[in-house]
């Protein structure tokens, strides 16, 4: 087990030079002496940088009661992420499925989500993906699991695995009014699933993802910039529609 000292020193080596953190997270490895969810938000934004605007994913696939609330729908990416959501967070964006948590000095700059679908022209997602300042980090996660933006990707190209579905849920916003917009998820089509592990390894070999590793316990992180990363993976789909599935011509 690593002490708070160590996890602080190990998230100061990290180094991220952009200005927007989004984080993936899994803090199974990352538990210590009287711990608590609020003693690691602190030791995260300590070690990364107290001026850094930071995002979560805040995700909802769950949708058992048919409705999706700004204020009440837990987030299901994570007990870290739904400690933000609650605790930390000064705006969240809108989408039944694929909202995001925020706060930070430049929260401002980031836009609300103006998109029927998750990741469509106008999203919050898209910007992340065309901002040059936003860092992915997935802590405790490879690319699965840890990397939600590239699927902006595949909506961008309008992959046939995947189909608009129009999600019939009842959407109620900050000021607990009824949204009465339509919203859209990009679905897998059966039998055709998402892997992610060639273009990881391509990632890796270009030097665009950077895998760290806490020695202690040989604790996983990767990061990467949101835009190279995105234009590496939109160029990869124009030669292979299937490249972020299971019929990869290169796995």
Same mark, same amino acid.
């Given at each position: 087990?690593?002490?708070? $000292?160590?996890i602080?020193?190990?998230f $100061?080596? @990290?180094?991220?030079? %952009? ?12 538990i =210590?002496?009287?711990?608590s ?5 602190? +030791? ?8 850094k ?5 805040? =995700? ?7 409705? #999706?609330? !700004? *204020? ?7 007990a870290?992420? %739904? ?9 969240r ?8 948590? @925020?706060?930070g000095?430049?929260?401002?700059k ?16 898209e #910007?992340l993906? $065309?901002? $040059?300042?936003?860092?992915? &980090?997935?802590?405790?996660l ?11 990707? %595949? %909506?961008?190209?309008?992959i046939?695995?995947r189909?608009? *579905?129009?999600?019939? &849920? ?6 607990n ?5 339509k919203f859209? !998820?990009?679905?897998r089509?059966? *039998?055709?699933?998402n892997? #992610?592990?060639?273009?990881e ?7 665009? @993802?950077?895998? +760290? *590793? ?8 990767i ?9 590496? @993976?939109l160029?990869?789909i124009?030669?292979?529609? !299937?490249?972020?599935?299971n019929?990869n &011509?290169?796995?």
């Amino acid at each position: 087990m690593q002490s708070k $000292k160590q996890i602080i020193n190990n998230f $100061k080596k @990290i180094k991220i030079k %952009e200005s927007f953190i989004i984080i993936h997270s899994d803090i199974t490895g990352l538990i =210590f002496k009287n711990f608590s969810l609020e003693k690691l938000w602190n +030791i995260i934004r300590e070690g990364l940088g107290k001026n850094k605007t930071y995002i979560f994913p805040t =995700f909802t696939f769950s949708n058992k009661h048919k409705t #999706w609330s !700004y *204020k009440k729908s837990k987030s299901e990416s994570g007990a870290l992420s %739904e400690y933000f959501r609650k605790n930390i967070a000064t705006r969240r964006t809108v989408h039944p499925i694929h909202s995001v948590a @925020i706060y930070g000095k430049n929260q401002s700059k980031v836009p609300s989500h103006n998109s029927k679908s998750s990741f469509g022209k106008r999203s919050t997602w898209e #910007w992340l993906c $065309k901002s $040059k300042d936003v860092c992915n &980090l997935a802590i405790g996660l490879n690319l699965h699991g840890g990397g939600t933006f590239c699927h902006y990707s %595949e %909506e961008k190209h309008k992959i046939n695995y995947r189909k608009f *579905k129009i999600l019939k &849920l009842k959407i109620i916003g900050k000021n607990n009014k009824l949204i009465k917009k339509k919203f859209t !998820y990009f679905s897998r089509k059966a *039998k055709i699933k998402n892997d #992610w592990s060639v273009c990881e390894r391509d990632l890796i070999n270009e030097k665009l @993802i950077k895998r +760290i *590793k806490f020695k202690e316990n040989d604790y996983p992180i990767i990061k990467m910039n949101t835009y190279k990363v995105t234009n590496f @993976i939109l160029k990869k789909i124009e030669r292979d529609k !299937y490249y972020l599935t299971n019929k990869n &011509l290169s796995s």
